[in-house]
């Protein structure tokens, strides 16, 4: 159907609702889904988060999904035909499911390491940031379903982050933040979702940015909705150009939108306009009118293992290499030792409202066994405990005490302590336990199966009147009142409460956890158990003597849901738990040491020049084992290269306030946020934005660089290349910016384009790196309009922002 068919049958559709109609359109029927309308064919549309993963409309552990690695392990990848791939299989898993709209991506910016969440946002570049999320973009949109870019905008730290009011300038709005969202827009995203924050004194949700800026100049035609909860009055989004506020069915919207219309505060043109939006949506899904049915994508349902294994890989970075102590040839190994807690209980995605639960997983341990199996030993020594309180109980440590089957007996009491419901379930933590009419007490129960006696920790995580008993004994029974509103704490992340006590036998003994259900504090519980730590000593000495015996030492080492998750903000950048030391000990012990990093973001690495290899593995998904397998055994080379630069130390890193100040987040770095803002401090960090090795060596023969260039219009930068290893190879070429004068202020250099190109070994390739004219423009806050400043530039290729090959000037004509 054409534009304007499509527009005259929305407009009649319109015509034909009510104002009552109309208002209850605009906010969601569930938590999960969008109201639906029998008089003019309109069916319920189904959201769910989508980041790593389509995890649908409910946190149940056996409904499981994909889960991709994190968002930044995507951004590490500079390869858009992996990531389009990604976002279809995206979409095969979202119709899988039921689901229309795809929560993702998630378009803020590394401004600091410090950013809690930094494991689900793509870069520190905005133009890298806005090329991976378009890519994903259209492998989601291609298969019919919708794919919502978020949190528009500013929303790049956790601290405070419901109420943090922003302050940053129109240019550095316009050049940094705004810049993936309209890269977004560009590529056809059909959702925006506005976040929890405000910028510049007006909360997001209100914010005259939708309209002016994304609707009015960008000529987005999609849907802007709320992010869960974001929406605090009806009369000022209402007048705004926000479209959807979601969860439903209660809201603001909900209940004063209409009034705020009768009374003249709220035009009913905004209204329809709203209603408009949400139509064009449910027509592009298919839930307008009898559409056929989405088809699923075949090739990506068959090869969702070998794709996500691939992914990893081609993800890894590889930033330290010394003496080609990688690969390692598996011939020529009798011994391996695998070190570390993060080798055998591998932290495989971000901690929040986008977790997914998979169908199964590969630890880095699986897949080294599997990898060397029929021809070296791997001995495993976990070493120093990370100190972490204890996990929630899962199948593999406890039963049913009521049927037998691993995991545990979830119960639904009334309050006199009647069973109303009981039903078997595969993990200690229930985030959305049953709902049954009466229910007074949620109750988890397992048989626990301790594989040590000693002082045990044990945990009861939720809100409100919790107790937890060992057998007839009763560990702890109190009232945790709910003091916060944060969503993912009170659904997803509810403190866990621990008490230690002691196991003398290894005879299986009851365990059960109750939290009574108060309005207004969700119904999560966990029921979590810990053995007790090694000595920390001990398990070093273990480890450097597993590392002493062996031809080569694997070590893995990373960051913990406790210090990596949405709602909070870093403290630090340490690995915490004894890790740096364990490294030291194993490195002193075998020259042949590899460290992979299971983190998804930055983290201090301070032996990093006494160890053979260093691996950032991020959070890689499911298929951790396989992938990283493949990279440390030469199967596949490390495809990846920096999205973000690495800091030596926390106290280098130019750019780390995410704390607000009475409320208020000042942006004061302005336009010089990642290898902007260390290039201008004079700074050298540990790893520069772009850096990565592979397993080939290249040279850079030949720069075709043109020698001018006019204002609004992309230009193309031809580089020729030659693998000068022995084994084929990719290489991502990556071209940078510089005015030197500038009559306004600029980073000392930018980024302004990447091509990859691969070849067999003595080969020779050309890289054509296509510099869009958004690269040469700047935001002119007096005219209020994009200006070109003429002049000679400075045009650099090279390998990373700190590794240049080639220089050249290039004369810029033309203008404004």
């Not at 219009?713 to 070429?733: C, D, K, S």
């Amino acid at each position: 159907m054409n534009g304007d068919a499509d527009g005259d049958l929305t407009d009649r559709l319109v015509g034909k609702l009510s104002l009552a109609q109309k208002v209850r359109l605009l906010t969601g029927a569930t938590t999960w889904r969008t109201a639906a309308e029998p008089d003019i064919g309109l069916r319920q549309m189904v959201c769910s988060d989508g980041p790593a993963g389509v995890r649908g409309e409910s946190w149940d552990e056996r409904r499981t999904s994909a889960l991709l690695p994190s968002a930044s392990a995507l951004g590490a990848l500079w390869d858009e035909e992996l990531l389009t791939e990604l976002g279809t299989l995206l979409a095969a898993e979202a119709v899988r499911k039921g689901v229309d709209v795809v929560l993702a991506p998630t378009l803020n910016l590394h401004r600091s390491p410090l950013g809690g969440r930094h494991f689900e946002c793509f870069s520190e570049d905005p133009e890298l940031a806005g090329r991976t999320g378009a890519a994903l973009i259209r492998g989601i949109q291609a298969q019919g379903v919708a794919a919502a870019a978020k949190h528009f905008v500013a929303n790049d730290s956790e601290t405070e982050r419901l109420t943090v009011d922003v302050r940053v300038s129109q240019r550095v709005l316009r050049e940094v933040y705004l810049a993936p969202f309209e890269r977004a827009v560009e590529a056809g995203v059909w959702l925006v979702m506005a976040g929890y924050n405000s910028v510049n004194g007006t909360t997001m949700t209100a914010s005259r940015l939708l309209g002016e800026v994304l609707k009015d100049e960008w000529g987005f035609d999609g849907v802007a909705v709320s992010d869960w909860a974001a929406v605090r009055s009806a009369q000022e989004p209402g007048r705004a150009a926000l479209d959807l506020a979601m969860p439903g069915p209660d809201s603001p919207w909900a209940r004063s939108l209409a009034d705020a219309v009768t009374g003249g505060r709220v035009p009913e043109r905004c209204v329809d306009d709203k209603v408009r939006r949400l139509l064009r949506l449910a027509r592009r899904v298919g839930a307008l009118g009898p559409l056929p049915p989405r088809r699923t994508p075949a090739a990506c349902a068959r090869g969702t293992r070998a794709l996500l294994r691939r992914t990893v890989a081609a993800g890894c970075v590889l930033v330290r290499n010394s003496e080609g102590v990688l690969p390692l040839d598996p011939a020529a190994l009798s011994t391996v030792a695998v070190l570390g807690a993060h080798a055998a209980t591998p932290r495989l995605q971000g901690g929040g409202s986008a977790g997914v639960h998979p169908p199964g997983s590969v630890t880095p341990l699986d897949g080294i066994r599997t990898g060397l199996r029929g021809r070296a030993r791997v001995v495993h020594v976990p070493g120093p405990s990370l100190g972490l309180p204890p996990a929630p109980v899962e199948a593999d440590v406890c039963t049913d005490p009521r049927s037998g089957t691993p995991g545990v007996l979830v119960r639904l009491l009334d309050r006199h302590g009647r069973e109303l419901h009981a039903e078997h379930r595969l993990s200690g933590r229930q985030l959305e336990p049953p709902v049954v009419p009466g229910a007074h007490t949620v109750e988890i129960s397992a048989l626990l199966r301790p594989r040590c006696t000693g002082e045990w920790s044990f945990g009861v995580g939720g809100f409100g009147r919790l107790s937890l008993s060992l057998g007839e004994q009763v560990l702890l029974n109190g009232d945790f009142p709910c003091r916060t509103d944060d969503p993912a704490a009170v659904h997803v992340t509810p403190p866990v409460h621990t008490v230690r006590a002691f196991l003398t036998s290894r005879r299986p003994v009851r365990l059960t956890a109750g939290r009574e259900l108060v309005a207004g504090t969700g119904r999560a519980v966990v029921l979590a158990a810990a053995p007790p730590e090694e000595d920390p000593e001990a398990a070093l000495a273990a480890a450097a003597g597993a590392a002493r015996q062996a031809d080569a030492a694997v070590v893995f080492v990373g960051t913990t849901e406790h210090s990596e998750t949405e709602g909070h903000d870093r403290t630090g950048l340490s690995l915490g738990g004894r890790q740096d030391d364990l490294v030291r000990a194993v490195a002193a012990a075998n020259p042949r040491t590899v460290v992979v990093v299971n983190s998804g973001g930055p983290v201090e690495l301070p032996w990093r020049e006494q160890v053979g290899a260093l691996l950032l593995a991020w959070f890689p998904g499911q298929e951790a084992g396989g992938g990283v397998c493949d990279v440390l055994f030469g199967r596949s080379e490390p495809g990846g290269r920096l999205p973000t630069t690495w800091p030596a130390s926390l106290a280098d890193a130019p750019v780390t306030d995410t704390r607000p100040a009475g409320g208020r987040l000042e942006y004061a770095e302005g336009l010089h946020i990642g290898h902007r803002a260390w290039l201008r401090s004079g700074r050298l960090p540990a790893y520069w934005f772009g850096h990565g090795l592979g397993y080939t060596t290249w040279d850079y023969e030949a720069v075709d660089a043109p020698a001018r260039a006019t204002a609004g219009r992309a230009f193309t930068v031809r580089v020729g290349l030659r693998n000068t290893g022995r084994r084929t190879g990719r290489e991502v070429v990556q071209v940078y910016l510089a005015l030197p004068g500038s009559a306004v202020e600029r980073p000392e250099r930018w980024f302004a384009g990447y091509a990859e190109v691969r070849a067999e070994a003595g080969g020779a390739v050309t890289a054509d790196v296509v510099v869009p004219a958004r690269a040469l423009r700047y935001w002119s806050e007096a005219d209020r309009a994009w200006r070109t400043e003429p002049g000679t530039y400075r045009l650099m290729v090279g390998r990373s922002a700190g590794d240049l090959r080639w220089e050249g000037p290039l004369t810029v004509t033309g203008g404004p």
